[in-house]
Nanobody, 115 residues
Framework: QVQLVESGGGLVQPGGSLRLSCAAS????????MGWYRQPPGKQRELVAS???????NYADSVKGRFTISRDNAKNTVYLQMNSLKPEDTAVYFC?????????WGQGTQVTVSS
């Protein structure tokens, strides 16, 4: 079992920045990939970014150049630095940790980009 606790969401103006954090606990030895998904209002959940234990990263085209995913393996924590935020980035953001048997999800944190 893996438990995920997210923090860092909130309300920000267009062009602003936010940093999300997700701390994993429990059976963390099995964790390789960690990632962030988001679900905009009325839409399906989509991948934002992912990172391997070896720091290989993958980004959705819509966030490339604006968002940066990183992780601290010693703290079992993944971060999402979001810069130049746009109204279309408004969504509930979820931390995700896939394992061989199960995909774990955080509780979600709301990010609202509005003036």
């Amino acid at each position: 079992q893996v438990q995920l606790v997210e923090s860092g969401g909130g309300l920000v103006q267009p062009g602003g920045s936010l940093r999300l954090s997700c701390a994993a606990s429990g059976s963390v030895g099995s964790i390789n990939h960690m990632g962030w998904y988001r679900q905009p209002p009325g839409k399906q959940r989509e991948l934002v970014a992912s990172i391997t234990r070896g720091y290989n990263t993958n980004y959705a085209d819509s966030v490339k150049g604006r968002f940066t995913i990183s992780r601290d393996n010693a703290k079992n924590t993944v971060y999402l630095q979001m810069n130049s935020l746009k109204p279309e980035d408004t969504a509930v953001y979820f931390c995700n940790v896939p394992t061989a048997l199960f995909a774990y999800w955080g509780q979600g944190t709301q990010v609202t980009v509005s003036s």
